[in-house]
């Protein structure tokens, strides 16, 4: 930034490069120099920076250079964007930097560097102003995109920069360079031991390098550029103390010595990495025909579909109580994986995803218990492709770990399934990318080892956990999105699920799972040993009889039941007689039904029905027969469930206190009484009912919040644009319209006052007010060494004002030097109030 006059105005202050032409001379110059279409693009690759809304162009370019937010956006890098980012920063010096140095410096000249595999967009949205087809220039260019390089070169010769602050989050040495030495700038020019005596004067002299020299020079020329002093006396202390003297090595102090950025470069041909990384790796992987991919993963989501099944019935029947921290106790668990046949691995991924698709619940009662939900009563009518469609959507959008199970928090408590512990934001988001790197190599089957080496090279500052990969894993062959350890049918509708442009509707889901499941039979091949075997899948209506009547033996292709009294007398509970239940094995057999399971039927259902219970909730006892002969056939109480036991004597499903009500509204005078005969003079409490609940409840966190639009982002830019040119009126019109926008908007921030946002200081003197103003000035003067006005707050309360030179910009503190007292200080960022550059 020009230097100025501290009287300037503070319309001149906002003009100051909002109309320059030619380069831009500063990174705040070059955010405020961007058009509409290029800063919608930067919102749109970062959108942390639009959350609050910045006031200014130059609050928006103090926010993309601050550590934290480059922290984000590196976060989310590839190793191919780090290493030309790497290389960018490494190369940045007097002259400039374009995209071939940055190709030859990475090591991908001469090599077919263009990625067919990536799965990053490639479209033009106006962010960038290169135009090469290889992968290191598309990295440039979405790195150009979000800020993170900016363009210092006139149109057509560029002059690539790292953002302000880069150097810092990226480290001291970047691609394992050391230090730029104070009077060299980093030489491309390959020299070294085998080059002519006469190398150019940027560069270092290597002949006539002492005994051993080269050996050092080898061990530091990749990085890291520490060396450790050897001992005295010794032939490695004489040839690193040669080093020193000719300047090919730098003493940081009595123990250690560093190799310089631009000897570095020479050692290593002008390139800043050994090899280059453009495009995805491709591990060697096991190859499997898609048919049976598809066949593993139908057979892995009926199984699923039907532990779904079993835990339902299982906690109909037995509800588990939640424990007081919440979650699920080790003996329900372990009570429940006997149920369903599983270890307690997968009986916790089971319970996690019932819970997440809202089959089961906490009731919410006193004492709590986890019960099936109304969601329940639907998926009892439900077909295969519906229910696991079900199941499919709420895994793709859970953020639950259940691999976590069984393992112990920082406090040393074991974490139980559905507890609020295994709550994690990131799952989501990893699973998409366990999903694309899966969908990378279809009808290759990869392991943990092979997903994590691509997973390392798409974010190698976030690698994620081996053991949260391994879980995604397990979890998606336990549904069915993979099969034989490839991506399958119905893992590619999932991963479609999950991506934004995606489709969410079910159908889809259960589309793709029925053209991977074999065709339906409903027939049953009855055998005289009292077995049957079913010669495919069961449908829907057999699966549902042979459930209720039969015992499972053995699953595969085909299936083979056998029938007991046991298995009878539990089709015999559900309200099937034995006439009944005999006719539905002669429509779906074959052959007549075998007389031992004949005789097995009826010989059960004659004991079944010898002795009989029921239930009742109430009773109504008369003196008088008379006065109850009319209520069994009344059709106004038959809610109440009457049934006859004595004459004088009838049962009802419901409450006392219901039963009492009815007959009170039919006009019977009626009284309560308790166990004893004796009437009750206060009236009962009506207790819940706790068979199901009413609810739909989903345990775990609630969904991602609406993204902002690119509407939003507009309205943002315009309103940046308004502020950037001073029009007072616009922006407060913009921001009017704006607070009135629908929800998913970025939000605004509270403007300050006129001119700008810009408050007046003593004298009549603008200064920046706006936080990220003040610290885009600092940022600027530190970079070029310049002196500003600081007005800061007093240990008295009072504004100072003084003119520092920034030192250091760290950790919420700026540390500066007072020219006029020869003295350094230190001041906190949040007591500075203003700061403006001046002539200096």
């Known amino acids: 930034m020009a230097s100025t006059s501290p009287r300037r105005t503070a319309e001149a202050d906002v003009a100051d490069g909002a109309g320059t032409t030619g380069a831009p001379r500063t990174f705040t110059e070059a955010i405020r120099g961007r058009d509409d279409a290029e800063l919608l693009a930067l919102l749109r690759a970062r959108p942390d920076l639009a959350t609050p809304s910045p006031s200014t162009l130059r609050s928006l370019a103090a926010r993309a250079s601050s550590r934290t937010a480059l922290e984000r956006a590196l976060a989310h890098a590839d190793a191919r964007t780090l290493q030309a980012l790497e290389a960018v920063v490494a190369l940045a010096g007097d002259g400039p930097v374009s995209p071939d140095d940055v190709r030859h410096a990475v090591g991908a000249d001469g090599t077919d560097d263009t990625d067919d595999t990536d799965d990053t967009d490639d479209t033009d949205d106006g962010g960038s102003t290169l135009d090469g087809g290889s992968a290191v220039e598309r990295s440039l260019a979405d790195a150009l995109t979000a800020a993170l390089l900016w363009d210092a070169g006139e149109p057509g010769r560029p002059d690539l920069r790292p953002a302000p602050g880069l150097d810092d989050v990226l480290g001291p040495h970047p691609a394992g360079l050391g230090p730029v030495r104070p009077d060299s700038r980093p030489s491309l020019s390959p020299t070294g031991p085998g080059s002519a005596a006469g190398s150019d004067a940027s560069g270092p002299h290597l002949p006539d390098l002492p005994r051993g020299g080269q050996e050092v020079l080898d061990a530091l020329t990749w990085g890291p550029p520490i060396g450790l002093v050897p001992a005295p006396g010794t032939p490695a202390r004489a040839a690193v103390d040669a080093l020193v003297d000719a300047r090919l090595l730098l003493r940081t102090d009595a123990r250690h010595v560093t190799l310089p950025r631009d000897v570095g470069l020479a050692l290593r041909g002008g390139r800043t990495h050994r090899s280059p990384e453009p495009a995805p790796p491709r591990p060697d992987g096991r190859a499997v ?29 037995t509800a588990p109580a939640v424990l007081r921290s919440g979650g699920l106790g080790v003996r329900d668990l372990r009570r429940t994986a006997q149920a369903l046949g599983a270890d307690e691995a997968d009986t916790a991924f089971v319970v996690e995803l019932a819970a997440a698709a809202g089959v089961v619940a906490d009731d919410g009662e006193a004492p709590p218990s986890y019960r099936p939900t109304t969601v329940a009563d639907r998926w009892e009518v439900m077909d295969d492709a519906e229910r696991w469609a079900l199941l499919a959507a709420a895994w793709s959008g859970s953020r639950r770990t259940p691999w976590l199970v069984g393992s112990r928090d920082e406090k040393g408590n074991l974490r139980a399934p559905l507890s609020g512990d295994l709550h994690r934001g990131w799952v989501p988001r990893l699973r998409r990318q366990v999903l694309q790197v899966l969908a990378a190599q279809p009808g290759t089957a990869l392991d943990v080892d092979a997903v994590m080496t691509v997973l390392r090279w798409h974010a190698p500052r976030t690698v994620p956990p081996e053991q949260a990969v391994a879980g995604l894993l397990t979890e998606a ?11 399958s049918g119905p893992g590619a509708a999932v991963l479609a699920h999950l991506t934004p442009q995606g489709s969410d509707a079910p159908h889809d889901l259960e589309a793709a799972l029925r053209a991977a499941l074999p065709p339906e039979v409903d027939e049953v091949l009855l055998q005289g040993d009292l077995t049957g075997i079913v010669p495919g899948r069961p449908s829907q209506a057999l699966a549902l009889l042979l459930e209720r009547s039969a015992d499972v033996e053995s699953r595969g292709a085909a299936t083979t039941v056998r029938f007991s009294p046991s298995s009878v007398t539990r089709a015999l509970d559900h309200g099937t007689t034995a006439d009944e239940l005999l006719d539905a094995f002669a429509r ?26 029921g239930s009742a909730g109430s009773y109504v006892r008369a003196a008088d027969p008379a006065v109850l002969a009319g209520l069994v056939a009344d059709p106004r109480l038959a809610h109440l469930g009457l049934v006859r036991l004595a004459p004088t004597v009838l049962a009802a499903t419901v409450p006392a206190v219901e039963l009492h009500d009815a007959l009170r509204a039919r006009g019977l005078l009626s009284a309560v009484e308790g166990p004893d005969g004796r009437v009750l003079s206060a009236r009962l409490r009506r207790p819940p009912r706790p068979d199901r609940s009413p609810r739909d409840p989903r345990r775990g966190p609630v969904a991602e919040p609406e993204a902002t639009s690119d509407d939003a982002r507009a309205h943002l830019v315009a309103r940046l644009r308004a502020a950037d040119a001073g029009d007072e009126t616009a922006v407060d019109r913009l921001a009017g319209a704006h607070r009135a926008a629908p929800s998913g908007a970025v939000g605004t921030t509270p403007r300050g006052p006129a001119n700008g946002g810009r408050a007046t200081a003593t004298g009549g003197r603008p200064r920046a007010a706006e936080p990220g103003d003040a610290l885009a000035t600092l940022h600027d003067a530190l970079r070029d060494g310049r002196v500003v006005w600081i007005e800061m707050v007093g240990a008295s309360g009072t504004l100072e004002r003084r003119a520092l030179k920034p030192l250091r910009l760290d950790g919420g503190r700026l540390r500066a030097l007072d ?5 350094e200080l230190t001041v906190a960022v949040h007591r500075i109030a203003g700061v403006e550059p001046v002539d200096g």
């Open 588 to 613: 779906r057999s074959r052959v007549p039904v075998p007389q031992p399971l004949e005789y097995l039927v009826r010989d059960t259902a004659r004991r079944h029905e010898s002795l009989r219970v």
């Open 289 to 317: 025909p898609q048919v049976v991919v598809d066949a593993e993963a139908a057979s892995a989501a009926l199984e699923l579909v039907r532990r779904v099944d079993l835990l339902v019935a299982a906690w109909d029947d």
């Open 819 to 823: 020219p006029a007292r020869e003295a």
């Open 477 to 487: 062959a336990l549904l069915g999105a993979t099969g034989a350890g490839a991506l």
